[in-house]
């Protein structure tokens, strides 16, 4: 798919959370990682936006690991995030 302006703001909309740990992290994410995403990061970006709160906590947090590999990079930059959060 190829992502519009307005395609992205409804991504950058859905990433507000229930959550503040995870609002923190999508926050810090947006603002420095999100424009540099490619189409195909995008998609899969889209598909993890898709989890439960908690459940998307758990993996921001490295609590549990995801068995869908297409995550994993996505995951490891809001990973990032959480770490700079803490600091």
């Given at each position: 798919m190829t992502y519009t302006q307005a395609d992205k703001?409804?991504?950058?909309?859905?990433?507000r959370r229930?959550?503040?740990?995870l609002d923190i992290v999508?926050?810090?994410?947006?603002?420095?990682?999100?424009?540099?995403l490619t189409d195909?990061?995008?998609d899969?970006?889209?598909?993890?936006?898709?989890?439960?709160d908690i459940d998307?906590?758990?993996l921001v947090?490295?609590?549990t690991d995801t068995t869908d590999a297409r995550l994993?990079?996505?995951l490891a930059r809001l990973r990032h995030w959480q770490v700079v959060k803490q600091q």
């Open positions: 703001n409804r991504l950058r909309w859905r990433s229930g959550l503040l740990e999508f926050e810090m994410f947006l603002e420095h990682d999100f424009e540099g195909a990061e995008l899969v970006y889209q598909d993890l936006l898709m989890l439960p998307l906590l758990e947090d490295g609590k994993a990079p996505i």
